[in-house]
């Protein structure tokens, strides 16, 4: 069996157990995350370092990546499978051996398929604002924002502007225009990206994760100029304003005053978690 068959069979394992992860280590039997606990997959013997690297190749396919890998000992990859689904993974080094987890990208599911609150539909139809959604890993907060945009996609006559690493949902453009863009492919950093958005005549401006206080807030991304919809790094269940006090703690006091200035114009703090939902007109 060929590299490639042996991880899309590994793949087919997940699915059909409804599974919603898979990790592959050097020298253990691969394992699948199905309903939050994690199991080995049957029949299946411990994978050599060749045949992870070998898969990663295949999955990443540009050398480029593959390179940056080896020399920053991780990568954030996405690998399109049979039939339309996708996956998002992140390959790393542990103990000097390669590893990789991966993740099943779910089809874009609307609001009520997701059981989400009415009032977060209202989100798809503002024409500004800055927004974030944000909650603990594993919650829905990339599907939350994929049912946003696909809202906007189908009922809003807008230019969409995506910028991911990697790109995960796919967005065919229907009423609107999608134009989705992965840092690494399409240009070289989110700020590269951010700044020439606003030549690109965006009215909707997705960045997949906030991983560094100069994509956080961008310092031409104004909620008077476009919406954004910005998903934050991972916390758990929070009160107040405690995202937003986190994030803009990374600026230092001069440098707080001018994105602070920019976002009120119109900024919509979104809060989800396990147990709550609620939104505010941000405070600022």
Known sequence: MDIISK???????????????????SGRIPAMRVA????????????????????????????????????NQELDFAYDYVDGSRLRGNAFFQKGEISVAMRLIPQVKTFTELNLPEALS????????FFLIVGP??????????????????????????????????????KSIIDQREVGIDTKSFEAALKSAFREDANVIMVGEMKSRNNLCCRDCRGDRALCYLNSSHQQCF????????????FTT????????????????????PSCFWWTRAGL
């Open 122 to 129: 209202q989100f798809a139809y503002k024409k500004q604002g």
């Open 254 to 273: 001069r440098s707080n005053q001018k994105p602070v200035s920019q976002l009120s114009f119109g900024c919509f703090l979104t809060k989800t978690c």
């Open 7 to 25: 991880l899309n069979k590994l793949i087919e394992s997940v699915i059909v157990a409804g599974g919603s992860d898979l990790h592959l280590s």
């Open 36 to 71: 939050g606990n994690l199991t080995t997959i049957i029949n299946q013997e411990p994978l050599t370092q060749t045949e992870i690297f070998s898969m990663i190749k295949e999955m990443v396919k540009e050398e480029k990546k593959v390179a940056n890998f080896l020399e």
């Open 239 to 250: 009160t107040n304003n405690r995202p937003y006090h986190r994030h803009f703690s990374r």
């Open 137 to 174: 890993v594993g919650q829905g907060k990339s599907t939350t924002m994929a049912a946003i945009i696909d809202t906007i996609n189908k009922e809003r006559a807008e230019h969409i502007l995506t910028i991911e690493e990697p790109i995960e949902y796919i967005f065919e453009s229907k």
